[in-house]
């Protein structure tokens, strides 16, 4: 079955420290995975595709195949990341079209 | 164009009663989508469009659930004899005709909170 799974509902960090916010995904194809970022009363928005390998706000993540992950890291955390993160996988569906499937969601909470 | 917009952002309903959403996406995006989101998950997929072809649907979409999208612009989400358990933020997403799977960006609107007593 596709799946997403965030294990950490909330991950608090101080300012200045790092941050990894983490994934795992099942999938049995070639997955195509993404990081959607809710800041506080603003909608849904994509933060970074694992397929472009950029980084977005000092945010990366990189795919492993192996760990079936896709962890969103980065060295030093501000105060403004401080946002619910959401993984998300496009997946090919039984009839053929895709769809994305999303975790449930880590709450960072960035610390002064 | 602002974005994907939806309406109502707040709907209080009795049990029992049919409540109908609107969402219009990006004037040029021809991909809609519909997800539910409850407290402390993750949206969950509900149903797509390309153009005005609903082209997927959920286990989780019920025959009380209906959505169409009849003109290829705006779409609607309809809950006929609505339950407790429907009450949910619900969400809209377009994405760009131009996109591939690696590529395909959900522009979310705003939600719909639906809370039926």
Known sequence: AQRVTQPEKLLSVFKGAPVELKCNYSYSGSPELFWYVQYSRQRLQLLLRHISRESIKGFTADLNKGETSFHLKKPFAQEEDSAMYYCALNGLTTSGTYKYIFG??????VLA | ?????????????????????????????????????????????????????????????????????????????????????????????????????????????PGTRLTVL
């Open chain 1, 104 to 109: 449930t969601g880590t709450r960072l909470k």
């Open chain 2, 1 to 109: 164009d602002t974005g994907v917009s939806q309406d109502p952002r707040h709907k209080i309903t009795k049990r029992g009663q049919n409540v109908t959403f609107r969402c219009d996406p990006i004037s040029e995006h021809n991909r809609l989508y519909w997800y539910r989101q409850t407290l402390g998950q993750g949206p969950e997929f509900l149903t797509y469009f390309q153009n005005e072809a609903q082209l997927e649907k959920s286990r989780l979409l019920s025959d009380r659930f209906s959505a169409e999208r009849p003109k290829g612009s705006f779409s609607t989400l309809e809950i006929q004899r609505t339950e407790q358990g429907d009450s949910a933020m619900y969400l809209c997403a377009s994405s760009s005709p131009t996109s591939n799977r690696n590529t395909d960006t959900q522009y979310f609107g």
